[in-house]
């Protein structure tokens, strides 16, 4: 086997797989290994008997862990495995969904990955209020359409999503207030009122916090809004086979079918800056990477990684490909999740909805504002997503949901703070479905350690990704802006002034296709 390369990436994760596709997509020699047997890293799709394994594999802190560079996870509980058939589930660790308009969709069609991928528009967005589900408006008909909102407050809104759509940036209204609570600059600078701010705030905007900073709010409800309409009423639309972790396994795809080499499975022993010039092997590169049990060293004149894999004495030597979302991103460090599998489909009945429970889909997401639900968070919100059959997530008749907050009260594990919202869910259908199985847990994120002068240089041949934000609704496209920083980092090492060349007709795509396909709701 061939072990000189251009470029080695370590871990499959989404923003690495797009990577090395769009690399070898441009004809550079990419080497993608994964100590993990499974494609996705911290988005990877599981079977359910390989989801209740990594459950009990998580069970209790690992101390060996790198707490300060890595992702960590604590499986709080999980109940026993009982169901028929568990490899027909596909469970997602990281469930997202995807803007119908954006750097991750622009990816999806300039990449050619969709003709292994098959997408559909998700169903509706509803958020819990006075003891009910009530859908959000996807549209200005929507608006002028419900009922439930007084003529007043539809000017309000609609004046308010007419400033988001446009260019904001340099209205009277928006400058000096980016680093404003959002919910509050919503009610001071466009009165809105308690019910319809936190519509916006949590289901528009998805928010974690009502005090989330203007700027990066605004940013995911232009988004929403520019993207409704491009494949039907919903600004989102979701993968098969669960989602991030399907998708991280097709664009390796991708990258296998230019070329790239792939390695699962195998810890990584040992990565070593060398001497190319007093080297008589590896042709030259900078880097050696050592497999366990495997015959050979990799060669590579770069390197990208995340930063718990990258050695202690290189971590001064490597740099960040990029800082944080955006401008007053608040990323919560800690955030409780569940994934609860059930043995009927889920659909809710929603006070405003004028769409037949036969036609919704079976993806949706729901939507509960901090103090909505007694005994549950009183400062964060919980989103919510279904997926079924409808996306080749589980068997026919069957429902998987997924529960995430931050968590804000370290006195509280995950299923003591989700169960009250579980329970709300469950309680809305008649008749209410049974659980067959579930599991709450942990997930941790790093503190961020960069090297010691994070000063872009043009010497720098080996880089880190960031850990993906906790946010269901734009966290993919984060990814492929971190992944075209990437692409244009390692090809501006390797080819120098010549980089510039590269004949890319989408971001930083070469050959880029045309369109997706979604598929219609036949739900």
């Not at 990814?479 to 890319?504: C, M, N, P």
Request: with cysteine; glycine share 6%.
């Amino acid at each position: 086997m061939e072990n000189e390369f251009d470029v080695i990436i370590v871990g499959t994760g989404l923003t690495q797989s797009m990577t090395a596709a769009a690399l070898a997509k441009a004809g550079f020699k990419v080497a993608h290994v994964d100590p993990n047997a499974y494609y996705g890293g911290d988005e990877a799709a599981l079977t359910l008997d390989e989801l209740a394994t990594w459950a009990e594999r998580h069970s209790s802190p690992n101390i060996s862990d790198q707490v300060q560079q890595c992702t960590t996870y604590t499986a709080e509980y999980c109940s026993t495995l009982n169901v028929s058939h568990p490899k027909q589930y596909t469970i997602s660790l990281s469930p997202s969904v995807i803007p119908a308009i954006g750097p991750f969709i622009t990816s999806i069609i300039a990449s050619g990955i969709s003709r292994y991928c098959s997408f559909k528009l998700l169903g509706p967005v509803s958020i819990y209020h006075g003891g009910q589900f009530k859908n959000v408006p996807r549209s200005k008909e929507d608006v002028f359409r419900d009922q439930e909102i007084p003529l007043i407050e539809k000017r309000r809104l609609m004046r308010f999503l007419m400033f988001a759509a446009g260019d904001y940036e340099s209205s009277a209204e928006f400058q000096g207030k980016e680093n404003t609570a959002f919910q509050e600059f919503l009610r001071q600078t466009f009165s809105l009122s308690e019910d319809i701010s936190q519509s916006v705030v949590f289901a528009l905007a998805y928010c974690s916090y009502a005090d989330e900073p203007t700027a990066s709010a605004l940013s995911r409800v232009r988004s929403c809004l520019q993207s409704t309409g491009r494949y039907g009423p919903s600004p989102f639309i979701v993968a098969y086979y669960g989602g991030s972790g399907d998708l991280a396994q097709a664009f390796c795809r991708a990258a296998a079918v230019n070329g790239s080499v792939y390695i699962l499975g195998r810890r990584i022993a040992n990565i070593a800056r060398r001497d190319p010039s007093s080297e008589t092997t590896g042709g030259g590169r900078r880097y050696a990477l050592e497999l366990d049990d495997f015959p050979e060293p990799l060669y590579a004149s770069c390197l990208l990684s995340s930063q718990c894999h990258v050695p202690d004495l290189l971590r001064h030597q490597v740099a960040p490909v990029s800082a944080e979302p955006s401008s007053g991103y608040i990323r919560p460090r800690e955030v409780a999740r569940g994934i609860v599998v059930l043995d009927s489909p889920l659909s809710l009945p929603a006070e405003n909805s004028e769409e037949p429970q036969t036609t919704q889909s079976d993806s949706c997401i729901m939507v509960f504002p901090p103090g909505s639900v007694e005994g549950g968070s009183v400062v964060g919100a919980v989103h919510v997503l279904t997926a079924g059959p409808g996306t080749m997530c589980t068997p026919a008749g069957k429902c998987v949901i997924y529960l995430s907050t931050p968590l804000c009260d370290q006195e509280r594990s995950p299923k003591a703070l989700l169960e009250p919202y579980l329970t709300v869910i469950l309680s809305s259908v008649v008749p209410s479905p049974n659980i067959l199985f579930q599991t709450f847990y942990t997930q941790r994120f790093p503190a961020g350690t960069e090297r010691t002068v994070p000063v872009y240089s043009e010497e720098d041949t080996y880089w880190t990704v960031p850990v993906l934000p906790a946010d269901m609704s734009h966290a993919v496209d984060y990814a492929a802006q971190i992944a075209e920083k990437a692409f244009w980092k390692v090809t501006s090492s390797i080819r120098g002034s010549d980089a510039a060349s590269l004949e890319v007709t989408s971001g930083f795509w070469v050959g880029a296709v045309n369109e997706v396909e979604v598929d219609e709701d036949s739900d």
